[in-house]
């Protein structure tokens, strides 16, 4: 079965800290591809970062970084220097093979001020 | 600007009524796809569609429906047989030879009343 696991239900820190959001996936797939998905409170799905699984190099963008451990079929997302706007439910998610693109259950983010 | 327009935003039925979800996309793509969002358990896939006239189950199609006639629309019908039809929708579309970059709409929110 093509799953995806977020242990993480709900986070919260503060502004200007950082923050992992943890990410475990299960597919029996060699070829695959790895996002994190933002959806702020206007429910509107943002693709916030993306991992091609043959590369070993770590996808970043801005604030935004996954550490991919292939082996280990984990995909974390750290944000670094969080903000306020970061606040939003966060969903891991992949395509395994050429199949459909599968979610995580979400992780609550909230960033205090 | 090409995008995903969902129709209505909030929608609300009657128990033993039919009620369908429009989803209309201008940017040429040519699979379409319909989730499902319940809080904690992230999006599921309920029908998705790659080429006009023609679409497959995903893992929670009972009680939907839906048709392909057009490449820009994908409507959704939730049917009386469906038993918990209260739930966020989102529909999302993607181009056949870029199959990990998915445009979502901005959903509708179905209350049965």
């Known amino acids: 079965a093509q799953t995806v696991t977020q242990s993480q239900p709900e986070m919260s820190v503060q502004e200007a800290e950082t923050v992992t959001l943890s990410c475990t996936y299960d597919?029996?797939?060699?070829?695959?591809?790895l996002f994190w998905y933002k959806q702020p409170p206007s429910r509107q799905m943002i693709l916030v970062i993306r991992?091609?699984?043959?590369?070993?190099q770590n996808a970043t963008e801005n604030r935004f970084s996954v550490n991919f451990q292939k082996a280990a079929k984990s995909f974390s997302l750290k944000i670094s220097d969080s903000q306020l706007g970061d606040t939003a439910m966060y969903f891991c998610a992949f395509i395994p093979g050429a199949q459909k693109l599968v979610f995580g259950q979400g992780t609550r983010l909230t960033i205090n001020p | 600007d090409g995008g995903i327009t969902q129709s209505p935003k909030y929608l609300f039925r009657k128990e033993g009524q039919n009620v369908t979800l429009s989803c209309e996309q201008n940017?040429?793509?040519?699979?379409m796809y319909w989730y499902r969002q319940d809080p904690g358990q992230g999006l599921r896939l309920i029908y998705y569609?790659?080429?006009?006239?023609?679409?497959q189950k995903g893992d929670i199609a009972e009680g939907y429906s839906v048709s392909r006639e057009k490449k820009e629309s994908f409507p959704l019908t939730v049917t009386s047989a469906q038993k918990n039809p209260t739930a966020f929708y989102l529909c999302?579309?993607?181009?056949?030879?870029?199959?990990?970059?998915?445009?979502f709409g901005s959903g509708t929110r179905l209350t049965v009343v």
């Open positions: 569609s790659q080429i006009v006239n023609d679409f």
């Open positions: 940017l040429n793509h040519d699979a």
């Open positions: 597919t029996s797939e060699n070829n695959y591809y």
């Open positions: 991992q091609e699984a043959y590369k070993q």
């Open positions: 999302a579309s993607t181009a056949s030879r870029q199959v990990w970059g998915y445009t």
